[in-house]
């Protein structure tokens, strides 16, 4: 055996391989790890090694795979904060701050929560005039699935009917539109959608500010740990941001990229997304599943749901397909070989889309497809055995599930109602019935670090600490940290080279300041990644 290029030793090597789940060393050639072991047993080859890191006692572990995260869309530097205003005062006074620094243009703000509205109420544009009289304003919500402007905005994006190619404008009853966009992420994170934004001159939707929000999260991957990152909402037209950003060196983590299919998808466009598959198919950067909504999200009351909102009693929500043409279209998709992964949050949308999984299987056969339900917000317990059954993996955001997020007086306990809590984000159901879990962030509708999810994930808490909210969904850290690894490597087809440190994979690490297995619970999220490496290279050091 040739000298391996770089050994780690003296290291808390935690693997996720359960034929060695614990070493202290690792040698690494050509990118790959070529040994793994004890020191102290080394073989000589593996001595004589190029050259030697000594970890000092530092954790190590597989590098994180995030099966869900919007580096394209991320967090935008010229955008006002809205995370953490819970009132309209508070939201008014970040609006206006803005707006005495910034003079001109258009005032573009991200983050809101639905905050400071009455029991399912959407908000208008007059609350939002009174705000900002004078400027066009459009606020995206902390989801991104709607937006709110001010009449001026409306007016400067020319939304005068309800459809528009990107999203639904809700009408008045004297049929004006009231200021509120639902199906955004639906119609307006579409090809046609952002082109639609740009044409418009809205700037969020110029290639210059989408490639700046892309370096800014990719950055920030690697600063976490992300060795690879699934972009789960993308179309023909970003493949250039991403060639971009490998030509220019700034491709850190790996990647894998869904091509989004909405309901106007044609034959040819689905030759289109094969033909990207076949071109982009190393594991740098991947092109391969088609992304789907079958609802929207709860907060609002699109998503949708077996029974009433409990706070609007009459409306469940509705699905964007209805269950036989889903199902079709599933079956279709299935049989031309397509990973589909299904935007589900309400419990009547998961039903529909194992439903539509369960069709294809009987019409076309079962095989390793893999697809996956993404969210799982809001499970009824007697769908729990069919993730396993189908070969539905559930790809989910534990931080989703936190109490101070989503818990009693927020927007999505109170939509749901406190029958239904028990459902909510049911990560131990799911893996004690025997489904793949998949964990991820999905940035930037949360935080992109992961050790936040597995804290999430194993105590169910608020992040600044506090009594848990359902915590008898909550999973180990063995659970979790294997989620944010080999699940999420399964679920994208790359368990093969990815997931655990095993000879044979790609050498792809993070190394943490203290060990996540030993330490106390309530200081997970506290835990610091020191190093992250990529095919045996460093690509972040703090």
């Known amino acids: 055996m040739s000298a391996p290029d770089l050994l780690f030793t003296g290291g808390n090597v935690h693997t996720v391989d359960p034929d060695r789940p614990h070493a202290d060393a690792i040698a690494v050639r050509d990118g790959r790890i070529v040994w793994v072991g004890h020191a102290a047993d080394a073989p ?12 000092d006692g530092r954790t190590v572990l597989p590098g994180f795979v995030d099966a869900h995260n919007h580096v394209r869309l991320g967090s935008d530097a010229d955008c006002v904060q809205l995370a953490g205003a819970d009132s ?4 008014a006074a970040r609006l206006r701050a803005w707006e005495g620094e910034h003079p001109h243009g258009w005032i573009e703000a991200e983050g809101y929560s639905y ?84 044409e418009r001159g809205l700037p969020w939707a110029s290639t210059d500010r989408q490639y700046d929000r892309l370096l800014s999260s990719l950055e920030l991957a690697i600063s976490c740990g992300i060795t690879t990152v699934v972009e ?55 092109v391969g599943p088609l992304k789907l909504y079958i609802d929207d999200v709860v907060e609002p009351h699109t998503a949708a749901l077996h029974e009433d909102y409990a706070n609007e009693p009459g409306h469940r929500g509705s699905t964007y ?71 539905v993996v559930a790809c989910m955001q534990p931080r989703h599930a936190s109490p101070d997020l989503a818990g009693p007086g927020h927007a999505w306990a109170d939509a749901v ?51 848990p909210w359902q915590p008898e969904e909550a999973v180990s850290v063995e659970d979790a940290v294997r989620g944010y690894t080999m699940g999420s490597a399964v679920a994208n087809f790359c368990e093969h080279d990815r997931g655990s440190i095993t000879v044979g994979k790609l050498a792809d ?12 619970p309530a200081k997970l999220a506290d835990v610091a990644v020191l190093e992250t490496w990529v095919g045996g290279e460093r690509r972040f050091a703090s």
Not at 44 to 55: G, I, K, N, P, Q
Not at 88 to 91: A, N, P, Q
Not at 130 to 148: E, G, I, K, N, Q
């Open 509 to 520: 690490l993070v190394v943490l300041d203290q060990d996540p297995y030993a330490i106390d």
């Open 232 to 286: 789960p909402q993308n179309s023909p037209d970003d493949i250039a941001l991403f060639e971009r950003a490998r030509d220019e060196g700034r491709l850190d983590p790996r990647l894998v990229l869904a091509m989004f299919h909405p309901s106007t998808t044609t034959a040819d466009e689905r030759a289109e997304f094969a033909e990207l598959a076949s071109t982009y198919a190393d594991d740098r950067l991947r």
């Open 44 to 55: 000589d080859w593996v001595r004589t090694a190029r050259e030697t890191r000594e970890l």
């Open 321 to 391: 397909y209805e269950p036989a043409e889903f199902a079709e279209l599933v079956t279709t998709l299935d049989r031309e070989g397509f990973q589909l992964f299904v935007h589900a949050t309400g419990d009547r949308g998961i039903t529909t889309v194992l439903d539509a999984i369960e069709h294809a299987r009987a019409v076309n056969g079962p095989r390793d497809a893999r697809h996956q339900v993404v969210h799982v917000e809001c499970l009824r317990r007697e769908d729990l055995p069919r993730f396993a059954e189908l070969g």
């Open 115 to 198: 905050a400071g509205l009455a029991d399912g109420a959407h908000p208008t544009r007059q609350q939002l005039d009174a705000m900002v009289p004078d400027r066009p304003v459009v606020v995206f919500s902390y989801d991104v699935h709607t937006l709110w402007l001010n009449t001026l905005g409306l007016v400067a994006l020319g939304i005068e009917v309800a459809d528009q190619p990107f999203g639904t404008a809700e009408l008045g009853d004297d049929g004006v539109p009231t200021g509120f966009v639902a199906d955004f992420a639906v119609k307006g994170l579409s090809r046609a959608g952002i082109r639609a934004l740009r």
């Open 88 to 91: 309209l005062d508070e939201v």
């Open 417 to 467: 109602g406190e029958d239904r809590w028990h459902q909510a984000w049911p990560l131990r159901s799911l893996q004690e019935y025997g489904a793949t879990l998949a964990f991820s962030s999905d940035w930037n509708v949360a935080e992109m670090e992961p050790m936040v999810g597995i804290y999430s994930a194993v105590t169910r808490a608020p992040l600044a600490g506090g009594a």
